[in-house]
């Protein structure tokens, strides 16, 4: 084959560590975002057991974006499947920001730890005093197919993907931890 190929995949089960906010582009799309931790349990040379637990930030959008803010809220497990994206951005007094997120493709609700979700509404009132921005996918208007969600493949902020909501699977993907640490990212909020 003459092409090369490349994969960028990103699968986390982990507990909520923020609750979901929404926020709306310009052009009407919904963007929601959410803290996620996961951990990862290991002895060392002396054979004291270690723990090390890493933060990542999650971005849904529009009509998964919907679910994650009517279903999920802190302390909830979940497993979430997506890509990395790393996103930047100039702020008011002309200071270039990088993050990298998890663009979240498929959410799975796993354990709600017997609590209810914080709700779009709530969330869209979190999400009214928020500062920074996202650029709108070019080609996405703000009301969606709510069994899946296709965006146009030019995305000005390079996000595109086809997102079909799922139910919980019957048995969870082994998730492999990284080798070296990765350090904790900036705080999405």
């Given at each position: 084959m003459s092409s090369s190929r490349s994969l960028n995949k990103v699968m986390l089960i982990g507990n909520l560590t923020r609750n979901p906010v929404i926020k709306s582009t310009n052009s009407e799309s919904l963007v929601c975002t959410f803290g996620l931790a996961t951990n990862s349990i290991w002895k060392d040379a002396s054979g004291s057991t270690q723990e090390r637990t890493e933060f990542h930030n999650i971005v849904a959008w529009n009509k998964l974006a919907e679910i994650c803010a009517q279903i999920l809220s802190v302390g909830m497990a979940v497993y979430i499947e997506g890509e990395l994206r790393t996103r930047t951005w100039v702020d008011g007094n002309g200071v270039r920001h990088y993050r990298t997120e998890i663009k979240a493709l498929d959410m799975k609700l796993l354990d709600s730890k017997n609590?209810?979700?914080?709700?779009?509404?709530?969330?869209?009132?979190?999400?009214?005093?928020?500062?920074?921005?996202?650029?709108?996918?070019?080609?996405?208007?703000?009301?969606?197919?709510?069994?899946?969600?296709?965006?146009?493949?030019?995305?000005?902020?390079?996000?595109?993907?086809?997102?079909?909501?799922?139910?919980?699977?019957?048995?969870?993907?082994?998730?492999?931890?990284?080798?070296?640490?990765?350090?904790e990212g900036d705080s999405l909020f």
């Open positions: 609590k209810k979700g914080v709700g779009v509404d709530a969330a869209k009132k979190a999400g009214v005093n928020l500062e920074e921005g996202f650029e709108a996918e070019e080609g996405v208007s703000g009301t969606t197919n709510s069994a899946a969600v296709s965006n146009s493949s030019n995305a000005s902020n390079g996000f595109n993907s086809e997102v079909t909501p799922t139910t919980q699977p019957s048995t969870p993907p082994v998730i492999k931890q990284p080798e070296t640490p990765v350090s």
